[in-house]
């Protein structure tokens, strides 16, 4: 199940499940894209480029990935075309580059609230940084906006607490 959940996050970049879940899928998640940071440039030169030595330590951490999380995967795209991904190229190539100079901290989880079925806590995990993260800092601060409290101004006097 992890698996795939790791997978669908890497390729989708967000995915919303229950909060146990989206807490060990960080877990996952986090420790696979550090193995591809730690290579460095390594991880997204070009590989007739490498030397011998680097090629091999490339080669040992892309079947260490691959061999957690499936090596393709399959995307909708908008109009119903279907784009096939090679994942474990993704995790070395685009997300070691982009967190290059993060330290860690490579996913995001908000919590959505109580499922609507069967009551079980929500949550959005997403990768920061991404294109989807941009969108939904955007919406979380239009949340929190409504949701703080709003200020009494002399030119709008406070109402008076019910009697009751």
Not at 33 to 56: M, Q
Not at 88 to 106: F, H, M, S
Request: proline content about 5%; aromatic content about 4%; overall charge positive.
């Amino acid at each position: 199940m992890l698996r795939n959940l790791v997978a669908n996050l890497v390729l989708n970049e967000r995915i919303e499940t229950t909060d146990a879940k989206a807490k060990e899928l960080r877990r996952v998640a986090e420790r696979l894209i550090s193995k591809a940071r730690r290579l460095g440039p390594t991880a997204y030169t070009p590989h007739d480029t490498l030397s011998l030595a680097d090629r091999s330590r490339r080669t040992a951490v892309s079947r260490s990935i691959s061999a957690y999380i499936p090596r393709f995967g399959v995307r909708v795209e908008a109009g119903g075309a279907l784009t096939r991904i090679d994942l474990v190229e993704k995790v070395l190539i685009e997300l070691a580059k982009r967190y290059q100079a993060r330290a860690g901290g490579y996913t995001r989880i908000v919590k959505l609230g109580p499922r609507r079925g069967d009551n079980a806590p929500i949550s959005l995990i997403e990768l920061v940084d991404g294109p989807g993260a941009q969108q939904s800092e955007s919406e979380s601060g239009v949340a929190k906006a409504a949701a703080s409290p709003k200020t009494a101004t002399a030119a709008e006097p406070a109402t008076p607490a019910k009697a009751g």
